[in-house]
């Protein structure tokens, strides 16, 4: 097992910027209800959509981000979860719902498709099942280099540059582990296809 505790200044400074800007999103911006419990049994996805807003025309789903530069794929993925428990717990159809991520760089608008959120869910089973055999062979490459300032202040830090390394990129290793590339051509286009900036 490994022990230690996941805080530094910088996870500190993190934290209350996300709790800073999620209040003032709420105070000034929110229509809806704010922090709701979304969970569906059938799909295994359980968390909390920062607003759901009930309108005539549907509803919307907004997640808020404190990130300049948000992660469309993986923000885009977890909108496309709670848009699938808040349609199986509210029984609404799909496409009454519309998902948004809210940040500094600007509105993104995310259309919910079946087959790219399955993909996705595929692939983190499989590392969880990995994670959990503790099959150090097989794990899942390191964070790339321009996300290494965050392991500077991580107490796990020296363990995981003792973990080998198999795979290098994260194309490679899901191609290693029997899956097909996503994006065969220019990524930047093919998410065209799920997220628009509002």
């Keep these: 097992e490994i022990g230690g505790v996941l805080i530094s200044v910088d996870n500190l400074r993190s934290f209350l ?11 000034k911006y929110a229509l809806g209800e704010t922090e ?15 607003e759901l807003r009930n ?44 998902g948004y991520i809210v940040s500094a760089a600007g509105t993104y608008r995310v259309f919910f498709n079946a087959k790219v959120l399955e993909e996705y869910s595929k692939r983190l089973r499989k590392i969880v099942e990995i994670a959990l055999k ?3 062979e097989k794990l899942p490459p390191r964070l790339s280099t321009r996300f290494e300032h965050r392991c500077s202040s991580c107490p796990y830090r020296g363990e995981c540059l003792s973990l080998p ?11 290693a ?22």
């Design 17 to 27: 910027k996300g709790i800073l800007i999620h209040k003032h999103y709420y105070d």
């Design 55 to 98: 309108e005539i025309d549907g509803t919307k789903i907004v997640e808020v981000k404190s990130s300049h530069r948000p992660d469309l794929v993986g923000f885009g993925l977890q909108v496309m979860s709670y848009m699938l428990a808040t349609s199986d717990q509210y029984n609404i159809p799909l496409d009454k719902i519309e």
């Design 134 to 136: 503790k099959d150090i």
């Design 36 to 50: 709701v419990k979304v969970v569906s049994d059938k799909h295994m996805v359980l968390g909390y959509v920062d």
């Design 177 to 198: 582990m029997g899956f097909e590339k996503l994006y065969k051509k220019n990524r930047s286009n093919a998410l065209d296809k799920y997220f628009s900036n509002s």
């Design 165 to 175: 390394d198999n795979y290098g990129t994260y194309s490679r290793y899901f191609e």
